[in-house]
């Protein structure tokens, strides 16, 4: 089981950016599906990004599409979810999570309970 730890969130100004950290300890990314969902009290947890385990393809929510980029880095030790243009919309709890490569992720990606583990979530605020 991965432990996955988040860091990034912080109070930004709309229209402003921030880059979420997903990172595993003692285990690298590259070989597990990764996404990224973000939570507000009340709702349920949206999925936002997901970036395919081996080398498989990214995908993101209509929400996000175009001010959001997911990426990992060249060791494959951390996923980021660069997110620009931020919005009061966007304001929440973001946590990531991993689960192994399946040939049904472009599909299940969204759902929550595909994924086997979880971060503890970094609060991202949007607000003037």
């Known amino acids: 089981q991965l432990q996955l730890v988040e860091s990034g969130g912080s109070l930004v100004q709309p229209g402003g950016s921030l880059r979420l950290s997903c990172a595993a300890s003692?285990?690298?990314?590259?070989?597990?599906?990764v996404a990224w969902f973000r939570q507000v009290p009340g709702k349920e947890r949206e999925a936002v990004s997901v970036t395919i385990g081996n080398g498989g393809a990214d995908y993101y929510s209509d929400s996000v599409k175009g001010r959001f980029a997911i990426s990992s880095d060249n060791a494959q030790s951390a996923v980021y979810l660069q997110m620009n243009s931020l919005q009061p919309g966007d304001a929440a709890i973001y946590y990531c999570?991993?689960?192994?490569?399946?040939?049904?992720?472009?599909?299940?990606?969204?759902?929550?309970?595909?994924?086997?583990?979880w971060g503890q979530g970094t609060q991202v605020t949007v607000s003037s």
């Open positions: 999570a991993s689960k192994l490569p399946s040939v049904w992720d472009p599909w299940n990606w969204r759902e929550p309970n595909q994924y086997s583990d």
């Open positions: 003692g285990f690298t990314l590259g070989g597990y599906t």
